[in-house]
Structures are given as C-alpha cells and as structure tokens.
C-alpha cells in the first residue's frame, strides 16, 4: 500500500463515519468485489490456503466463500469510522460483548484472550480497550501512514502495552501479564520456523508459536477465546469460558488443541477468516511450497 492509497483510505474511513451502516455495506460491497478482481495476490493466497484446508470444496465454492470475504473486509475497514471516531458508548453499541464477565472476573487472572484473525478483530480490539488496557503483540505496518493511524485507533481508550512482533518474546508477555494486564494475543501467524513447531490447522501442519502453552506452564494464566463475528447491525465479541483442563500433557498437546479451538470458529464463519494471510509460508522440511 502506497502512502496515497493509505491516505485516500483513511479520508473515505473518516468520510464513512458519517454514513449508515447500510450505506457502508452497500459501499463495501462495491468495493469488495473490485478489490477481489484487482488484488490478485491476495486472492491466490486465499485460493491456496482453501485448497489446502478444503480440499472436498468445489472450485465454484471458494470463489463464492473469497467474494463475501472481500466484502466483508471492505466492510471492516469501513467500520473504522465507528471504531476510530465514535464516542466510547456509540462504539460499545456498535460492538456487543457476550460473556464480558470472563475478563472482568479477578480469579481468571493472569488472562490470554485469544483473538484469531477473523474480520472483526480490531473491533474486538477496541472494544476490549474501552474497558480495560490491555498487552499485545502486534506486525508493524510496512506503510508507515497507515501503521499510524492504526496504532492511533487502537489507543483511543485505553493506550495498550504493544510488543512488535519482530521482537515478541515471552518475556515481555510475562512482565505485562505479571502487572496485571490481560494479553491480547493474536495466535494464527506464520512467524517462522523460529521457535515454532508444526501443528495441525485443518490437516495442515502449520507452523505455530507455542507461547500460550508456556505461558500457562509458566505462570498459570488461564486461556479464553475472543473472537469478533461481523453481524448484519454491527459486531458481536464473543468470549467464552476459560479452557478446561489446560495446559495438558504437552506444548505440543497444548498447541494443537489451540488450531483445533480456532477451526471451530472458522468453521462458524468460514467467510471472516482472512485466509488472505500465507499461514502456510513455513513449510515442514520436504514438503512442497503452497503459494506461488
């Protein structure tokens, strides 16, 4: 993304802020649809990874699953006008909670929230940081622009703890959590091979961070998912109870159930997942490349 585009993107954000939802997702659904024609890479990247997660899906299938995807990303970034310039309470309407209590409750402490890469995750994000401040690890945008107004959204509330991710180690992660701060952790990236290990993601070994089971071996902190589903009216974050039963016999145990957990989602709303990011960039020695 050029610097022009990020600022053209940003004045139509602002300029949608002023819009109904039904005229952004009228908008968005013009945009969706140019965008899914003319961001080819992208769309090869999302073709790839539903082949490989999906391989029963008929070829007329992903193409329909990648066009709502694009809609519905138009849509989230349109929704920034809400998440970036509305009042505190006009962005808690917008973005429901189900099962707020789970973060706000002392005994669940130290906290990982869980937030896969699903549409809805920076209204999540926000709206997690109207309440509460909160850690996380986050990519640092190669458009530096668009990585300001980013990092400025995100930090309207509540300034959170960020940890870039070229240098997210535990350590940081400890020092936050230890002071009280619920971890905001993003766990569906290809880091590299790393300190990675490979676990299944839909059949697919994927190289993952195992940092959520030690975390939890190193200082007990308990697990819940969050994850933010785009409705028709606005947004709903989901966060469920704290795992059972974890961690298990192993971080590999461990970090395998944590693929399954998000597969349940994804399952959920197939059509929110960015399946535009290379989740399968790393690949186990011998195995043939995914992507072009």
């Avoid at 992903?62 to 920034?80: E, K, Q, S, V, W």
């Avoid at 930090?155 to 350590?171: K, S, T, W």
């Avoid at 009216?233 to 974890?246: C, K, N």
Wanted: proline residues 5%.
């Amino acid at each position: 993304m050029t610097a022009a585009i990020a600022r053209f993107w940003i004045a139509l954000i602002h300029f949608s802020a002023h819009l109904s939802l039904r005229v952004r997702r009228s908008i968005a659904a013009v945009i969706g649809e140019l965008a899914c024609l003319v961001v080819v890479r992208r769309r090869r990247i999302a073709q790839a990874n539903l082949r490989a997660c999906f391989p029963a899906m008929t070829t007329g299938q992903r193409r329909a699953l990648i066009r709502r995807l694009f809609r519905n990303m138009a849509r989230g970034a349109l929704d920034y006008g809400v998440l970036w310039t509305g009042s505190r309470q006009a962005v808690q309407d917008f973005v429901r909670v189900e099962g707020m209590e789970h973060l706000l409750h002392q005994d669940n402490y130290p906290l990982i929230m869980l937030a896969p890469h699903f549409v809805g995750l920076d209204a999540g994000g926000i709206r997690i940081a109207s309440e509460l401040k909160a850690v996380s690890i986050y990519a640092r945008q190669s458009n530096p622009v668009w990585d300001h107004w980013l990092q400025l959204g995100r930090a309207r509330f509540n300034e959170p703890v960020l940890i870039a991710r070229r240098h997210a180690d535990l350590r940081g992660a400890l020092r936050a959590m230890r002071a009280g701060l619920p971890f905001y952790y993003l766990p569906d990236m290809d880091n590299g091979d790393s300190n990675s290990i490979f676990v299944p993601f839909f059949g697919v070994p994927a190289a993952t961070l195992p940092m959520v089971s030690r975390l939890a071996r190193n200082i007990g902190a308990k697990v819940v998912m969050t994850v933010t589903e785009q409705t028709p009216d606005g947004y709903v974050l989901h966060v469920e109870a704290p795992w059972q039963d974890f961690p298990g016999d192993s971080v590999e145990q461990d970090t395998a159930r944590m693929n399954r957990e998000i597969e349940r989602w994804v399952l959920r709303m197939p059509d929110q997942y960015l399946w535009t990011h290379r989740r399968f960039k790393t690949r186990p020695e011998g195995a043939a490349r995914l992507y072009g």
